[in-house]
């Protein structure tokens, strides 16, 4: 049996809320120096000051030592621009093992990225995707399509695999890993031992639009809102019988602004386009709020209003 080779440094691009607790769990738990990418320059100092804090926590709690503290506020650092070079920023460098794009759940978006980054990466540099929903097969085929030759094409695609963690990333101890039709044993295995690395439980799910997760939840979370909707009960009652009822820690409601009501609305417009079924349809409530910019707890109201 070959020895795994094991992830000595990532990238992670996107320094939202998902890409900062991917980049954290990366330096605190699996203990390897991390960049995390953005081209906005706010995105990413907040996801410092964020990081700090949570580190500062770690120590206040007694979770990490002060030289553990340290060692991981080492192994973190910013960099502007998307990793490929395109618009702000220097490309990555061929000394990363592992990249995880962690961006918006927009389909033309992570294609885009993949298939930048496919040409500029070496092939052994695994493409993770956090994606929520959109097909990995997909992500894998852009990542070859900018090369020109059927080895280079084939090689670049096989390392494409989606690696989908959970919000708060730092709590939820799971990773969905998700190989494409392409992806090659190595890369899965090798993103599996990162999974575990980062102290995550792992599931594999075959390529099917929104995997195991998102399959069940996002038309749960649907449901609950065209409860809202048609008035049947306040958002209080429908969250409190999920946790009361159905031991849930959080009901739908309150979950769903946790997510982010535009990836909420993403992700459910990937099901309803790729299952082609009416079942996976948007609720209109959920359109309108995305609409009226109330997309949850980030901007500080949704269902609720927060602090
Ligand atoms: N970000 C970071 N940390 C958070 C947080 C947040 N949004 N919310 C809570 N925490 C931290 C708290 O600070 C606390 O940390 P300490 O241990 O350092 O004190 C810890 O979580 C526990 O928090 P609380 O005691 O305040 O509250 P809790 O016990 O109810 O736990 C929770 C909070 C972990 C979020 C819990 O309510 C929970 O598990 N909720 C369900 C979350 C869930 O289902 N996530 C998956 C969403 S789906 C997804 O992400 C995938 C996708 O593709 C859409």
């Known amino acids: 049996m070959s020895v795994l080779q094991p992830i000595r440094k990532a990238a992670i691009i996107g320094a939202g809320q998902m890409g900062l607790g991917i980049a954290y769990v990366s330096a605190v738990h699996a203990k390897i120096p991390i960049t995390i990418h953005d081209p906005s320059s706010s995105v990413l100092s907040s996801a410092l000051d964020k990081y700090k804090s949570l580190i500062s926590r770690d120590v206040s709690k007694s979770r990490l030592t002060q030289e553990q503290a340290d060692e991981a506020l080492g192994k ?34 992570k294609l885009g990225l993949f298939k930048r980054l496919g040409r500029i990466l070496p092939s052994t540099t695994i493409l993770g995707s956090n994606t929520s929903s959109i097909s990995i097969t997909k992500l894998s085929a852009s990542a070859g399509s900018n090369l020109s030759g059927d080895e280079d094409r084939k090689k670049s695609s096989e390392r494409v695999i989606g690696i989908h963690y959970f919000n708060p990333v730092p709590q939820m101890k799971l990773v969905e890993i998700i190989p494409a039709l392409q992806t090659s044993q190595n890369t899965i295995d090798r993103s599996k031992a990162f999974g575990k690395a980062c102290k995550k439980e792992v599931t594999t799910s075959s390529d099917s639009p929104g995997f195991i997760a998102n399959a069940i939840l996002m038309p749960m979370i649907n449901e609950a809102i065209i409860v809202l909707e048609k008035g049947i009960a306040t958002p209080e009652d429908i969250d409190t019988t999920f946790r009361l009822g159905m031991g849930h820690p959080m009901g739908p409601l309150t979950l769903a602004d946790l997510i982010g009501l535009d990836t909420c609305l993403n992700i459910q417009k ?38």
């Not at 609720?283 to 500080?300: E, F, H, P, T």
Request: net charge negative.
């Open 270 to 307: 990937v099901l309803h386009n790729e299952f082609g079924d009416s079942k996976y349809r948007p609720s209109n409530l959920l359109i309108k709020m995305v609409d009226a910019g109330w997309i949850g707890k980030k901007i500080r109201k949704g269902f609720y209003e927060y602090d």
């Open 76 to 109: 973190f650092s910013i960099v502007q621009g998307d990793g490929s070079g395109e618009g702000i920023g220097e490309p990555l460098k061929d000394d990363v093992d592992l990249v995880i794009e962690a961006i918006p759940e927009i389909p033309e978006l």
